[in-house]
């Protein structure tokens, strides 16, 4: 990774506050846990988006079925969720007026880097927030 692509995702993670996590788990050996409890941890407010436990707590968060379902504005949306859906939450992250959208390590979507470059939106893929926001924010 460059220095200007380290500067850019440095800049995203320092302008983040909330973070809709799509693909939320209630299972802690899940990938989606650990990254959610990590970035808790960093003083992130993460809120799990998963329709199959809308309602459940989650690390002391409600999931949400979508995320139009949230009553917070979230600046990222972190993704683990296959990339044949990206270009959906893609959608949805634009009409909520997210500022990023974030697929996890091996997931990507060209249709959803699209339409996030249409819309001015920042956009990251095939990266693990929590191996990223280690190296470059610890």
């Known amino acids: ?23 939320a788990s209630n299972r802690s050996e899940r990938a ?6 990590y970035l808790q941890q960093q003083g992130y407010r993460v809120f799990p988006v998963n329709p199959q436990l809308a309602g459940a707590i989650i690390l002391g968060e409600t999931c ?8 917070q504005p ?17 959608l949805d992250a634009i009409e909520h ?18 339409a996030a470059d249409e ?6 893929e095939d990266c693990c927030i929590k191996v990223i926001h280690r190296e470059l924010m610890e």
């Open 119 to 124: 819309a001015e939106l920042e956009y990251v």
């Open 97 to 114: 007026e997210a500022l990023c959208l974030w697929l996890q390590e091996g997931i990507t979507s060209q249709t959803a880097a699209d």
């Open 74 to 90: 979230v600046q990222l949306v972190n993704v683990f969720r296959r990339g044949e859906f990206a270009a959906d939450i893609a």
């Open 32 to 37: 989606s846990y650990q990254v959610m409890e």
């Open 1 to 23: 990774m460059d220095a200007p692509e380290q500067q850019r995702l440095k800049r995203i993670l320092s302008d983040t506050r909330n973070i809709a996590l799509v693909g």
């Open 64 to 71: 949400v079925a979508g995320l139009e379902d949230l009553d």
